[in-house]
């Protein structure tokens, strides 16, 4: 493991080269054709370690990146600390309803949102501490530090989000994103109510010693999937679920799932002109396929061809249910002008 310091948190970061001893120059003959890195971005409450399958199967012809979301895995403080003493903090404006600091993001050259349907085109963007926009920038950060210039995006389910958000403000950096268990778009009242409204239950009693609980991981391995998974995936479920800072799992549930946040998704997608794709999952009951083509069909290539591709016999842990079928979408994703077989 290695870390990197933004906003004042250690990042955790792994990165898997097709050799082992490749450490500082990529063996082309190893590579496959255009091959650039490919850097994972897991969900809410999780860390890089769900990737480990997909990277496995991966790794042996592409570099892969995976590194814990601010405020995850193995990104976090010793202590819960006050936003304004959590390190580093590049804004100057304060929310007065969340308390959490704003960063101001210039939106790269011809490129707009809307803060309302009808509201003004805005060069600008304002992002809250825990925002979608606010981990694109930590991923730049990361990108910076490792000097890669040239990458694919990843995203599981809340990071799919912020992959779509970096590749709309770094376009000339991000050549493509896949997204797993991810779309959006589409805001229903009382659905996100009560599904902020749960996830903030859950984070209210996290003591350390749940993890000791014996019988926890086996429930643990059986939430959001169609088969349950090992007992070994449970125990790292739980051990995700209690470390998570508290801040940032609150801010992150709550700032990417207000109106504003999910209305601005669309409008992300519609103005990317990389190569886009989406893997869904046929018993994903937290992000059903309705709402991923729905996200999926703002993009100018979905009338072209298929951008979506469907596992059948899988919840919403893709990459870690099935790694091989992802591995494949992926692998076909990721060729010059080819097109995911269809599912």
Not at 325 to 341: E, H, K, T
């Amino acid at each position: 493991m290695l870390t990197k310091s933004i906003r004042g948190v250690p990042h955790a970061y792994d990165f898997t080269y097709p050799k082992a001893d490749a450490r500082t120059n990529f063996p082309p003959d190893q590579l496959e054709e255009g091959a650039c890195p490919l850097v994972f971005i897991h969900g809410w409450l999780l860390s890089r370690t769900y990737w480990q399958p997909l990277v496995q199967a991966l790794s042996t012809s592409y570099p892969c990146l995976t590194y814990d979301m601010r405020g995850f895995g193995e990104s976090v403080l010793p202590t819960d600390l006050p936003d304004d003493q959590s390190g580093e903090q590049p804004s100057d404006q304060s929310d007065e309803q969340t308390g959490t600091n704003l960063q101001t993001i210039d939106l790269p050259a011809g490129r707009f949102l809307r803060g309302r349907r009808d509201g003004p085109k805005q060069a600008t963007y304002q992002a809250s501490t825990y925002s979608l926009a606010a981990y694109a920038k930590d991923l730049e950060s990361l990108l910076d530090h490792l000097a890669l210039d040239q990458v694919w995006l990843l995203g599981h389910s809340l990071g799919g989000s912020v992959a779509l958000w970096a590749a709309y403000l770094l376009p000339d950096r991000i050549k493509g994103v896949i997204c797993i268990n991810a779309g959006g778009g589409i805001y229903i009242k009382d659905e996100f109510e009560k599904f902020r409204t749960a996830g903030q239950q859950m984070l209210k009693f996290r003591p350390g010693w749940l993890a000791q609980l014996p019988l926890l991981p086996r429930a643990f391995a059986r939430l959001m999937v169609q088969q349950p998974l090992s007992v070994s995936w449970g125990q790292q479920r739980v051990r995700d679920f209690v470390r998570a800072n508290a801040q940032a799992a609150k801010g992150a549930l709550l700032e990417s799932t207000t109106a504003a946040e999910v209305y601005l998704l669309p409008q992300v997608v519609s103005q990317l002109e990389q190569p886009l794709h989406f893997i869904t999952a046929t018993e994903d009951t937290i992000m059903p396929r309705r709402y991923v083509d729905y996200l999926a069909s703002f993009h100018s290539g979905f009338a072209q061809g298929r951008m979506v591709s469907e596992i059948p016999n899988c919840g919403h842990m893709a990459m870690v249910e099935q790694p091989e079928r992802v591995a494949q979408i992926v692998r076909a994703a990721l060729q010059p002008r080819a097109f995911c077989p269809a599912t």
